[in-house]
């Protein structure tokens, strides 16, 4: 059996912006855990719980802002993805339907989720449904308003969503004065941020998340 793959979404688009390091935090937290049962060699295996875990990164969907003409949970549920109206939508279902799960990593934007996030979740139904979902947040005090509403968002979307969400306050990281937006990779997080982060257990949080999220995928 192939590993479940799990997608770490980037959620945020604009630029510069801090996302794509918070989400690479995230990654090697969880791939750099010995409990959790990921399998990134390739190789054969016959344990059912091994997963894999990728970033997909909105800013790279090149989502419009939702302009489809269908209601996506009115469409067939075995196969939406034809059914779309724009060539945009059907690819975005096809890249999402090649996931079993999701750890949406996401800033605060005045107290909820970046329009970013909200646009991309809203363009498909079946897609999300059923599958089960992490968030991790971030913001000035940890962006816990803005995993409520994602909570409350994947939930309508009858998504799994993982009890554990840890939240990063960012207090020190910021850009470089004079950033350009090809060097917002380059963003590094601030030692006191990362001492914060350990001191408050929050990657003893998000190593419970990546521990819950493969055992939802397996109940049915
Ligand atoms: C439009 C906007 C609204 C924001 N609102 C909040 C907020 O409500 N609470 C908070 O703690 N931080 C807020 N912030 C600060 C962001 O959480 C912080 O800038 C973070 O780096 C944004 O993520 P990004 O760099 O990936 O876009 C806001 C930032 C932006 C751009």
């Known amino acids: 059996m192939p590993p479940k793959r799990v997608a770490i979404v980037t959620s945020s688009t604009r630029s510069p912006r801090l996302n794509p390091t918070i989400t690479q935090y995230v ?10 049962p990921t399998n990134h060699s390739g190789t054969t295996d016959t344990d059912p719980r091994h997963i894999t875990l990728e970033i997909i990164d909105l800013e790279k969907q090149s989502l419009p802002l939702y302009d489809e003409s269908v209601i996506p949970a009115s469409l067939p549920a075995a196969d939406p993805t034809p059914h779309y109206s724009k060539a945009h939508t059907r690819a975005w279902s096809a890249v999402v339907r090649q996931y079993d799960a999701f ?14 996030l909200k646009n991309a979740l809203d363009y498909l139904y079946f897609e999300w449904k059923g599958k089960p979902a992490g968030i991790v947040s971030y913001g000035g005090r940890g962006g816990g308003k803005a995993a409520d509403h994602l909570r ?61 999220l493969p055992l939802l995928m397996y109940v049915p």
């Open 27 to 36: 990654y090697d937290v969880l791939i750099s855990d010995p409990t959790i």
């Open 103 to 116: 750890i949406f990593v996401t800033p605060q934007y005045n107290w909820s989720i970046p329009a970013s």
């Open 152 to 212: 409350g968002i994947l939930t309508g979307l009858r998504m799994r969503v993982v009890g554990t969400a840890p939240g990063l306050p960012v207090k020190f990281t910021g850009f470089p004065v004079g950033t350009l937006s090809e060097e917002e990779e380059k963003v590094q997080l601030d030692e006191r941020d990362l001492a914060g982060w350990r001191e408050a257990g929050v990657e003893g949080m998000m190593q419970n998340l990546g521990m819950e």
